[in-house]
């Protein structure tokens, strides 16, 4: 198993550890657990990309992993109150409709490339997670307790929306296979 492979795995195993760390009420812990299975979502990528190690396990996995560490975050967030469930409900429904979509283009031998805006979503959602772990330190604290948390969730809401639109609309010949 190659190094990318073994990254993505990681993440997946630090998902269950994350989720029991923050539901236990420490809160910092689980957001360095976060961001480091985050930076791997980044890591393994490049490196797969960059020594030519891209895998079927790779490209099958990887989206998979960083949905689980999104979904379980948003999930525990909703849980402990740190978001609307609604919130999360449309951001996992996006998931699952494009996940899906990309299943059936690949039974086809289609390949639904990561767009633009589905990046933007991903790094925006990255960012307001770790800021709802941290109650939106430091905004909280060194700047007047300005809403950072709060704008960067609903920026990640509405490119969550835009970049589904986005799936949908480029690949709807999928629909008809």
């Not at 990309?49 to 999104?70: E, S």
């Not at 086809?108 to 933007?120: D, F, L």
């Amino acid at each position: 198993m190659n190094l990318p492979n073994k990254l993505t795995l990681g993440r997946i195993f630090a998902i269950p550890v994350f989720i029991v760390v923050l539901l236990m009420g420490y809160n910092v812990a689980a957001c360095v657990i976060f961001i480091a299975a985050a930076f791997t979502d980044m890591l393994d990528g490049k490196i797969a990309r960059k020594y030519n190690l891209v895998t079927n396990f790779g490209k099958l996995m990887d989206p998979l992993a960083d949905k689980l560490l999104t979904m379980s975050a948003f999930l525990c967030l909703v849980e402990l109150g740190g978001m609307p469930a609604w919130m999360a409900i449309v951001i996992l429904g996006r998931e699952f409709i494009i996940t899906g979509m990309r299943q059936v283009a690949a039974a086809e031998g289609i390949v639904i490339a990561a767009g633009w805006s589905g990046k933007i979503k991903t790094v925006l959602q990255m960012i307001a997670i770790p800021l709802l772990l941290l109650k939106n330190w430091p905004c909280s604290v060194y700047f007047g307790g300005f809403p950072l948390d709060q704008i960067v969730l609903w920026a990640a809401l509405v490119m969550t929306v835009v970049s589904g639109a986005e799936y949908i609309i480029k690949n709807r010949e999928v629909f008809s296979q």
